[in-house]
């Protein structure tokens, strides 16, 4: 539950989405020659793969002629869609550029385009509602593809919530206690830096494990949580809003592929007590599935958890806090850049 009246507002009343890249799905989800149905920002859009340039791109979905959807029988023709009800075409910026019955193309018959971005086995959406260009980068995860390191597996998960609750989590230092079951929060910091905000944090998990985790988003809707504890791991962790109170979670899971020590084979048995693999000392990539799988579990849980607080709250613009909380008020203010125009949070720009 979301109180709507203290959302952001565009000029003319509509609700005000966030400025930066969303994840809308990892690279398999776009296959050559089959169009995506999706709706973000309120929007119906259409995405698909190029089969020629193997590029994703993404544009609003209704035919500017009778309203068609396009991303239901879309028909993908080289880099361009052609609309399934009357055939019209549309290139990779928008533009029809064929109708099979016609002598003209009337000059209107466009559909605006938005940028993407893909990279490390994610597919990145570019939203401001002002239309400006992309004002910062998503760095390449070095790990991915290197045969030192897991496949990723990924999950996505619809709430009904709004993103401001889930980037609160960056500065919420008392709920890992009381939320997620940590027996202490050893060390806790928050760095805030232009469209970046870093969570550095070192807790004592239950099972007496200490876990060292350093997470940090890239704009509003993308973080990458670097995990050192039994196993080194990448989180990747993405909200991408659909309407005002609802959004779409992803996260995805890599894992370090290591061997086992007598001191972590007991921890690691006990992760895998459900799935019945056999533990050596060698590790195999049977193993690193398995734990994976039980990382993404673990992971899930924790959402889980913070979900069942999210999806019943109230977001309170003047909260009573106090000195054992986390720096919300800091948090609070580097989000709201993503929510001005650009020429009033030059640090954006970056
Ligand atoms: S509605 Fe798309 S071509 Fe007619
Ligand atoms: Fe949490």
Known sequence: MNNLATLPRLPNGDIRYPRGWFVIGVSGDFRPGEPVRMKYFEKELVGYRGLDDETVHVMD???????????????IEGNNIRCPFHHWQFNTEGQCIDIPYANRIPAKACLPTWHTHESHGWVFLWHDP?????????????????????KWI?????????????????????????????????????????????????GLSQFGSTNSTRATYYG????????DSIFQSRLINANTPIDANTVHLWFGVLLKKQTIDANTK??????????????GTEIS?????????AYVEATRKGFDEDVAIWEHKLYRTNPVLCDGDGPLAKLRKWYA???????????SSQ
Not at 61 to 75: F, K, N, R, S
Not at 220 to 227: D, L, S
Not at 285 to 293: F, R, S, W
């Open 154 to 202: 990924s999950r996505r998960l619809e709430l009904k919530t709004h993103p401001r609750e889930i980037i609160e989590n960056v500065a919420d230092k008392a709920h890992f206690v009381f939320v997620h079951g940590f027996k202490e929060v050893l060390h806790f910091e928050n760095i805030y830096e232009e469209h970046l905000a870093t969570q550095v944090m070192q």
């Open 285 to 293: 990539d049977e193993h690193i599935e398995a734990i994976q799988m």
């Open 266 to 279: 007991m921890l690691i048995e006990f992760m895998l007590a459900q799935q019945e693999v056999e533990v």
């Open 337 to 347: 850049q993503f929510y001005t125009d650009v020429a009033d949070h030059p640090a």
């Open 220 to 227: 509003p809707a993308y973080q990458v949580t670097w995990m």
């Open 61 to 75: 979905a209704y035919c500017p002629h009778l309203g068609a959807h396009l991303g239901v029988g879309g028909i």
């Open 130 to 150: 002002q239309g400006n260009p992309p004002l910062y980068e998503i760095p390449v995860l070095e790990e991915v593809g290197d045969p030192g390191w897991s």
